[in-house]
């Protein structure tokens, strides 16, 4: 079955970048994702990689790829107040997204 | 920007009444889910629909759910008789096929009381 494991909280100070770190079992992954939620909100879909990459980035967002080893990690560079949130990565098969318990990144000034 | 929207936002209930959460999908997608969370707690996957029927579900999606794409635009969840443990928030997603992109709905806080 699938199981995706995240750290469960982050302190990141303003201007750092942070990291975020997954891991997952599903090697039958198609894609994985990194997802924002911040108060009583929805999940915002960040960024995904496709299982054959190893790199992507977007703006202030890299995401790293260890398919040998099942790990995903999300840096955001230059972490703002804005960033603090919930951040949920996910694997996907051909059926179904599944998550992670979410890390709470925390932003200090 | 096309977004999946949800209705209603927030839903109070009686438990053992009927609930039914709608979402409309971004319109060329065709791939749809319906996921839970409940307060402070992991988002937990439902049911997966494609092609007008079910694809996947898992084991919270007992008897007492189903789901319906009753137009070409609506995809509902119905819970048949609600329980004090349905209370959570419930999201839609859609995606297209062959694609990473994946987007969620702000989601239905369902409220049994």
């Known amino acids: 079955g699938e199981d995706v494991e995240q750290s469960l909280f982050l302190s990141v100070r303003e201007g750092d970048s942070s990291v975020i770190n997954c891991t997952y079992t599903?090697?039958?992954?198609?894609?994985l994702y990194w997802y924002k939620q911040e108060p009583g909100a929805g999940l915002q879909l960040l960024t995904y990689?496709?299982?054959?990459?190893d790199m992507k980035q977007d703006q202030r967002l890299t995401v790293l790829l260890n398919k040998k080893d099942k790990h995903l990690s999300l840096r955001i560079a230059d972490t703002q107040t804005g960033d603090s949130a919930i951040y949920f990565c996910?694997?996907?098969?051909?059926?179904?997204?599944?998550f992670g318990a979410g890390t709470t990144v925390t932003v200090r000034a | 920007e096309p977004e999946v929207t949800q209705t209603p936002s927030h839903q109070v209930t009686q438990m053992g009444q009927e609930v039914i959460l709608r979402c409309v999908p971004i319109s060329n997608h065709l791939y749809f889910y319906w996921y839970r969370q409940i307060l402070g707690q992991k988002v937990e996957f439902l049911v997966s629909?494609?092609?007008?029927?079910?694809?996947?579900k898992s084991e919270i999606f007992d008897d007492q759910f189903s789901v319906e794409r009753p137009d070409g635009s609506n995809f509902t969840l119905k819970i048949r008789s609600t329980k004090l443990e349905d209370s959570a928030m419930y999201f839609c997603?859609?995606?297209?096929?062959?694609?990473?992109?994946?987007?969620f709905g702000e989601g239905s806080r369902l409220t049994v009381l």
């Open positions: 599903d090697s039958s992954s198609t894609y």
């Open positions: 996910a694997e996907r098969d051909d059926y179904k997204l599944s």
């Open positions: 990689i496709f299982s054959n990459m």
């Open positions: 629909f494609y092609n007008n029927e079910i694809s996947e």
């Open positions: 997603a859609s995606r297209r096929l062959n694609t990473g992109e994946l987007f």
